[in-house]
């Protein structure tokens, strides 16, 4: 039975992620912020800690290993946006600091820990685990109230060519997926606003994108059906990528 590890797991994307392994028949151990999962199945590891934490990086790391063994798939979700939309000459030091930690070098550096375990993983068809990165639209669009957000991202997605470049010779793909405009805590704040501008024409498929369909492009790139695609962006967003006249 192989074993993921799910960071923000608690809700949103990460919720839908674990729902989507757990119910395939996968091991998951996920990390949130919250004192609890809602969660129940012998199936499943919970680990309360801070992405921003290398104490806590390393707890989840052991705490996976000791539970359900060689880790296979690794998921980086968790992140935040900024606790308040402020313009980019206004944008402060330690909202910069505080994204940046938890998007940014969160990711990267749990994904230095489990790349160094997923080496010594045997081979199965020229494949020893497989890693995806949850990334954003925000990673290539503007969005000047919320410029932390927006670089955080950009720097997740170089983190996902980095180590797809690194990893490869080992038989480790590193992908990631960029969602868009997603139903979630994150988006709830400014809904009026995405429902006018979906409504006006902005997405091709012209509706809010759900977690699950995160879930699913994740669960694509993770189980095997495409061993040979690396260091790819996904973009799951109802074809807001797409230039258009």
């Known amino acids: 039975m192989k ?17 989507k392994f757990l119910d395939a028949g996968y091991r998951v151990t996920g990390m949130g912020r919250s004192a609890k999962s809602d969660f129940e199945s012998v199936n499943f590891n919970y680990v309360s800690g801070d992405l921003s934490s290398s104490a ?11 539970k359900f063994g060689q880790i296979d ?37 749990l ?25 954003s639209l925000s990673a290539y669009t503007s969005s000047t109230s919320r410029g932390e957000y927006c670089i955080s991202k950009a720097g997740v997605s ?11 010779e080992y038989g480790i793909p590193v992908n990631e ?20 501008l979906i409504g006006g024409g902005l997405l091709p498929i012209s509706r809010w994108g759900e977690p699950e369909d995160i879930a699913d492009a994740v669960f694509a ?5 495409l061993p040979y695609v690396t260091g790819q962006s996904l973009d799951v967003d109802g074809g807001f990528h797409m230039r258009r006249l």
């Open 3 to 19: 074993h993921v590890i799910i960071s923000g797991c608690t809700r949103g994307i990460g919720a839908a992620c674990v729902k």
């Open 56 to 66: 806590d990086r390393q707890k989840l790391v052991e705490s996976a290993i000791k």
């Open 73 to 109: 798939i690794l998921v980086n979700v968790a992140g935040v946006a900024p606790l308040e939309r402020r313009d980019l000459l206004e944008m402060t030091e330690e909202s910069y600091d505080r994204v940046m930690d938890i998007n940014t070098k969160g990711t990267l550096f």
């Open 111 to 135: 994904t230095q820990a489990v790349a160094r375990e997923m080496i010594n993983n045997p081979e199965e068809k020229g494949i020893r685990g497989y890693i995806c990165n949850i990334s």
């Open 158 to 168: 170089m983190v996902t060519k980095l180590f797809a470049d690194r990893l490869a």
């Open 177 to 196: 997926v960029r969602p868009g405009i997603i139903n979630t805590d994150m988006t709830s704040k400014v809904k009026e606003k995405y429902d006018n």
């Open 221 to 225: 790139l993770t189980t095997g059906a």
